[in-house]
Nanobody, 121 residues
Framework: QVQLVESGGGLVQAGGSLRLSCAASGRIFGISDMGWYRQAPGKQRDMVATITRGGSTNYADSVKGRFAISRDNAKNTVYPQMNSLKPEDTAVYCC???????????????WGQGTQVVVST
C-alpha cells in the first residue's frame, strides 16, 4: 500500500503565498512522475503542475510564472510553491504519484486525499 499525505493548505489573502507538501510512504520501489491537481466546487479536476523524477516540469497556463513545483527524491516528497495567489486558485489540491511498488511490477497512479486552499479577496 502507498499513502500520500498532503499538508500546508489553508486560508490566505489574494497576493499571498502558500507552500504545500506531499509525502509518499509505504511500499515504494520507485516513483516516476509526481504532481498536483486541483478541483474547485462544481468543476472538474485539473492538472496544476507535474514534475518528473529528473526534474522536468509542466504547468497549467493559469499558474505559469506564479507556481513552482519541486521534489526531493530521497524523501519521496513533492512541493508546490504558490505565489501571487488569486481567488480563482481556491480549490482542493491533491497530489499524485506514479509508484512502482516492487521490481517487475508496473507503475500505478496514487492519490492523496487533498488539502483545501482558500484565497480571499
Amino acid at each position: 500500500q502507498v499513502q500520500l499525505v498532503e499538508s500546508g493548505g489553508g486560508l490566505v489573502q489574494a497576493g499571498g503565498s502558500l507552500r504545500l507538501s506531499c509525502a509518499a510512504s509505504g511500499r515504494i520501489f520507485g516513483i516516476s512522475d509526481m504532481g498536483w491537481y486541483r478541483q474547485a466546487p462544481g468543476k472538474q479536476r485539473d492538472m496544476v503542475a507535474t514534475i518528473t523524477r529528473g526534474g522536468s516540469t509542466n504547468y497549467a497556463d493559469s499558474v505559469k510564472g506564479r507556481f513552482a513545483i519541486s521534489r526531493d527524491n530521497a524523501k519521496n516528497t513533492v512541493y508546490p510553491q504558490m505565489n501571487s495567489l488569486k481567488p480563482e486558485d481556491t480549490a482542493v489540491y491533491c497530489c499524485a504519484a506514479d509508484v512502482k511498488p516492487a521490481i517487475g511490477r508496473a507503475y500505478s497512479r496514487n492519490w492523496g486525499q487533498g488539502t483545501q486552499v482558500v484565497v480571499s479577496t
